[in-house]
């Protein structure tokens, strides 16, 4: 609907990520007036470098301060809500489950308890859960399908899935609040600032900023998908939610490219788009006999239904994705001289 988030008074957990970050953005550009709540003000995020704070409103606090995040719905008469705020690595949730479970199962119920309670009537709220809450299936069962049961293993992966499905019982009688859930693939793109991840870490080492240090073989296949493709698909699933309530409410949607790549084949592609083959061929002997630990084998997402729901698919392949991210992330090593 042309010109339906003008005005819309929008509230992103989360939205110092790199994701809430670029949504955030996308949100601004069509007139939204976005509010985010930040726990610790990092100022080397997306949302400082590309100088959006001025356009935000910040909220400083904890996601399971109810009564905090009950007045921030109710006074600045929030209708949309975005749920990104999470423990977002792998590695960290095996080092501290503990920490995990709190932020990534707590958080969830405790925001959706704040918004039951509110006086304000919230139109639509979108979960971000992951493509790591189903777990480790078969190649032969590859790719994703929403109504797979989920089966994870590791502490990360099973606080995903814990928060999806108290998403859903939300969603369900007696509260019927207007919940969708989003499973995704791997997000990758401008302002993802978080090293571990392969990407980030792949481009500044074809860069010449760091040496790459690898944390498996390589040979895990994962599905990546370009964060502007995600930032309008979040726009869209929330803009359905607020206009057919009872079709969308409680429904899950993956989303992904299809198509899956390995770390090697995903390495690879962004050394080449640096002309750095010489080095790639360096961490290829490293990868060689490393071994990986708490990572799901194999992960690419379906997105037919959601083609279906709403006539959504990726616009970027990764050529063009990762010719973009390499782009931005040139200026901003550049820039901050790391």
């Known amino acids: 609907m042309k010109n339906f988030w003008k005005n819309k008074n929008v509230f992103i957990t989360g939205i110092n990520g790199?994701?809430?970050?670029?949504?955030?953005?996308?949100?601004?550009?069509?007139?939204?007036?976005?509010?985010?709540?930040?726990?610790?003000e990092k100022k080397?995020?997306?949302?400082?470098?590309?100088?959006?704070?001025?356009?935000?409103?910040?909220?400083?606090?904890?996601?399971?301060?109810?009564?905090?995040?009950?007045?921030?719905?109710?006074?600045?008469?929030?209708s949309i809500v975005f749920h990104f705020a999470a423990q977002v690595e792998?590695?960290?949730?095996?080092?501290n489950p503990f920490y995990t479970f709190e932020t990534n199962i707590r958080g969830t119920y405790s925001l959706l308890e704040s918004i039951k309670k509110s006086k304000q009537k919230v139109r639509s709220i979108v979960v971000a859960s992951s493509d790591k809450a189903y777990g480790s299936y078969p190649k032969s069962a590859m790719p994703y399908k929403e109504y797979y049961p989920l089966i994870p293993q590791f502490p990360y992966d099973v606080s995903k899935a814990c928060a999806d499905m108290i998403s859903k019982s939300y969603s369900n009688e007696p509260f019927k609040m207007p919940i969708m859930v989003t499973r995704f693939c791997n997000i990758y793109g401008p302002g993802q600032l978080n090293f571990s991840a392969v990407i980030p870490d792949g481009i500044r080492s074809a860069l010449n900023y760091s040496s790459f240090i690898p944390r498996g073989n390589g040979?895990?296949?994962?599905?990546?998908?370009?964060?502007?493709?995600?930032?309008?698909?979040y726009m869209k699933i929330a803009e359905e939610i607020f206009i057919k309530p009872e079709k969308m409410r409680g429904q899950v949607f993956n989303a992904g490219t299809n198509k899956g790549y390995n770390v090697r084949e995903i390495l690879e592609l962004?050394?080449?788009?640096?002309?750095?083959?010489?080095?790639?061929?360096?961490?290829?002997?490293?990868?060689?006999?490393?071994?990986?630990?708490?990572?799901?084998?194999?992960?690419i997402m379906d997105h037919k239904k959601i083609k279906k729901y709403i006539g959504?698919?990726?616009?970027?392949?990764?050529?063009?994705?990762?010719?973009?991210?390499?782009?931005?992330?040139?200026?901003?090593?550049k820039k901050n001289n790391l």
């Open 312 to 333: 959504w698919q990726p616009r970027y392949n990764l050529n063009t994705g990762l010719t973009e991210t390499i782009s931005w992330f040139s200026d901003y090593l």
């Open 219 to 233: 040979t895990q296949v994962r599905d990546f998908i370009y964060v502007q493709d995600v930032a309008e698909l």
């Open 270 to 299: 962004i050394f080449k788009l640096c002309d750095n083959k010489k080095d790639f061929n360096l961490i290829l002997k490293k990868m060689k006999n490393k071994k990986t630990t708490g990572e799901i084998n194999l992960q």
């Open 90 to 95: 792998v590695g960290i949730g095996l080092a």
């Open 18 to 40: 790199f994701i809430g970050g670029n949504l955030a953005k996308n949100l601004i550009n069509h007139k939204a007036n976005v509010f985010g709540l930040i726990r610790d």
């Open 44 to 78: 080397n995020t997306f949302i400082y470098y590309e100088n959006l704070v001025e356009k935000i409103t910040l909220i400083n606090g904890d996601l399971n301060d109810q009564v905090l995040i009950q007045r921030v719905i109710d006074e600045y008469s929030i």
